[in-house]
């Protein structure tokens, strides 16, 4: 299997879709926390991942989008992020994809100016994240789906500061072509978030 990295700037790298999408089109509930699914019935994950790659997926992302402690804490599971994390992305490697993806989104703090949350705040939330991710040894770390640039850039520094591994980021654009939160448009992020590796 290549090296992921050796692929940057060559290769088209598939990307899987949305897991909330795929567990209601299943009709298991998204109300609750989607990520104890990768411990209490890691078959329904694991078949997700498998039907993205007979769809033509090179990349799988763990079912771990919503694994820092304080989203985890919006349904007591704070205490289990570790445990969490780790077997999103066991569940995504036992699928047999190309390469698996440790999935990070939005951490569930909003950071100063919009909200409360210090860098600092924010940094550890993601910094705790990753190092659970990457003791699994995924072969990127996959930021998605952000709407605020400083946070963004928060998330690779702390990807970036917990491990080696390679950091890729998806921001989301609103009708304005703007990042909901924060303004940015994608020439300046991609030129933010190039700059912290």
Do not use: W
């Not at 985890?72 to 570790?82: H, I, K, N, P, T």
């Not at 690779?156 to 448009?185: E, H, I, Q, Y």
Request: proline residues 3%; contains cysteine.
């Amino acid at each position: 299997m290549a090296d992921i990295e050796l692929r940057f700037g060559k290769d088209v790298l598939v990307i899987d879709g949305a897991m909330g999408t795929m567990l209601q089109q299943m009709d298991i509930s998204t109300d609750e926390c989607v990520l104890l699914l990768n411990v209490l019935d890691p078959e329904v994950i694991i078949d997700i991942h498998k039907r993205y790659i007979a769809a033509g997926a090179y990349c799988v992302t763990s079912n771990t989008f919503e694994g820092t402690r304080a989203k985890l804490a919006l349904y007591g599971l704070e205490d289990r992020a570790e445990e969490l994390n780790r077997a999103g992305v066991r569940n995504a490697r036992q699928a047999g994809a190309q390469h698996v993806l440790a999935g990070m989104g939005p951490c569930g703090l909003l950071m100063q100016p919009f909200g409360e949350a210090s860098f600092e705040d924010v940094f550890e939330q993601f910094f705790e994240q990753v190092t659970a991710l990457a003791k699994e040894g995924p072969d990127a770390i996959l930021i998605e789906t952000m709407t605020e640039i400083s946070e963004a850039r928060c998330a690779v520094l702390a990807a970036k500061a917990a491990c080696d591994l390679p950091v890729m980021v998806s921001c989301t654009f609103g009708a304005n072509g703007r990042m909901d939160l924060s303004g940015t448009d994608p020439a300046t992020a991609a030129y933010i978030l190039e700059g912290v590796g």
